[in-house]
């Protein structure tokens, strides 16, 4: 049979305490090695089978960061929601922000990366019992390590989904004004512009992107259509009203949710019946993109030629 576990000491309260803590408290060094707790960080136990998600561990490693630090970079993007960068996707260490130069914690931590902003204030807010850096601070964090202009723009439509609006244009562009003597910062304030509120994905930015460099016009985004009588049809992705074209994006929730699959193409097929133009992308047309600009293109020379 297997041993039981062992009683925690009573003065353990916490699911997550620093081994300084546990000491002052009179819980004895040899307790804290027995098999009822486990080893997040350096300096860090927690009670066996605690620390599980990401921001369990964050409120673990909070137990040992001076005041003043906070978690920021890919480590706040999650913690808020928002889509990390494709090049960054695998970095799943914990990222820590301070402003003091001689304050750099967890140096000797695995899995944690401690950052100095040079920035004369840190802009912060909080998630559950965390402070993280802002939206707008974790932005520029963030983009000005991104190579792409257009990651840029992908990382700043990302933090300001349709739902769940974290910031806004005007703010970032403020964020940003506010950085000096960052290396790529030029870059990301030059691409603010090129950023719209209220996309639902990431493709869906890249597919307007596309657009707008061909030197077409650039589509509204999420736009409601509706019929003469005011029915409701459909939330397009990227709509030009005008001419009555509809650019609509299929993702993997297509082939998983096989209802709203169905209710898609009936809203589409009600959209033809109202003479619009309905071209739909999918993930392989992601890699010709091209290809999807020529469609848009015959669309738009057929609508202002009158030919449809």
């Given at each position: 049979?297997?041993?039981?576990a062992?009683?925690?000491?009573a003065?353990?309260?916490?699911?997550?305490?620093?081994?300084?803590?546990?000491?002052?408290?009179?819980?004895t060094?040899?307790?804290?090695?027995?098999?009822?707790f486990?080893?997040?960080?350096?300096g860090?136990?927690?009670r066996r089978?605690?620390?599980?998600?990401?921001?369990d561990?964050?409120?673990?490693?909070?137990?040992?960061?001076d005041d003043?630090?906070?978690f920021?970079?890919?480590?706040?993007?999650?913690?808020?929601g928002?889509?990390?960068?494709w090049?960054?996707?695998?970095?799943?260490?914990?990222?820590?922000v301070?402003?003091?130069?001689?304050?750099?914690p967890?140096?000797?931590?695995?899995?944690?990366?401690?950052?100095?902003?040079?920035q004369?204030?840190?802009?912060?807010?909080?998630?559950?019992?965390?402070?993280?850096?802002?939206?707008?601070?974790t932005f520029v964090?963030?983009?000005?390590?991104?190579?792409l202009?257009d990651?840029?723009?992908?990382?700043?439509?990302?933090?300001?989904?349709r739902?769940?609006?974290?910031?806004a244009?005007?703010?970032?562009?403020?964020a940003a004004?506010?950085?000096?003597?960052?290396?790529?910062i030029?870059?990301?304030?030059?691409?603010?512009?090129r950023?719209?509120?209220?996309?639902?994905s990431?493709?869906?930015?890249?597919?307007?992107?596309?657009?707008?460099?061909a030197?077409?016009p650039?589509p509204?985004?999420?736009?409601?259509?509706?019929?003469?009588?005011?029915?409701?049809v459909?939330?397009?992705?990227?709509v030009?009203?005008?001419?009555r074209?509809?650019?609509?994006?299929?993702?993997?929730?297509?082939?998983?949710?096989?209802?709203?699959?169905?209710?898609d193409?009936?809203?589409?097929?009600r959209?033809?019946?109202?003479?619009w133009?309905?071209?739909?992308?999918?993930?392989?047309d992601?890699?010709?993109?091209?290809?999807?600009?020529s469609?848009?293109?015959?669309?738009?020379?057929a609508?202002?030629?009158?030919?449809?």
């Open positions: 049979m297997p041993r039981p062992p009683t925690i000491d003065r353990v309260q916490a699911d997550a305490f620093s081994v300084a803590t546990a000491l002052a408290a009179g819980v060094a040899d307790h804290l090695r027995t098999s009822a486990e080893i997040p960080f350096r860090v136990r927690a089978g605690a620390v599980e998600s990401l921001y561990r964050c409120c673990a490693l909070s137990t040992v960061l003043g630090v906070v920021g970079d890919v480590t706040a993007l999650r913690l808020m928002v889509e990390v960068p090049t960054r996707e695998d970095d799943d260490r914990l990222h820590v301070t402003l003091r130069p001689g304050a750099r967890c140096r000797q931590r695995d899995g944690v990366v401690a950052h100095w902003s040079r004369p204030v840190l802009g912060t807010t909080t998630v559950g019992e965390l402070v993280v850096t802002s939206p707008e601070q964090h963030v983009a000005v390590g991104l190579r202009p990651d840029v723009v992908v990382l700043g439509d990302a933090m300001m989904r739902q769940a609006m974290l910031t244009p005007a703010k970032l562009a403020d004004e506010r950085t000096h003597k960052v290396k790529g030029v870059q990301v304030r030059e691409q603010i512009e950023m719209r509120p209220g996309t639902d990431s493709p869906e930015t890249r597919v307007r992107l596309a657009i707008v460099d030197n077409l650039s509204q985004v999420n736009q409601v259509v509706r019929a003469p009588d005011g029915e409701y459909k939330r397009v992705d990227l030009y009203p005008d001419l074209i509809a650019i609509e994006y299929d993702g993997d929730q297509h082939r998983t949710d096989r209802e709203q699959w169905r209710e193409v009936r809203a589409r097929r959209l033809e019946e109202l003479g133009i309905v071209i739909v992308v999918v993930g392989d992601l890699r010709d993109l091209q290809a999807l600009v469609r848009l293109r015959a669309a738009i020379r609508r202002t030629r009158g030919l449809l």
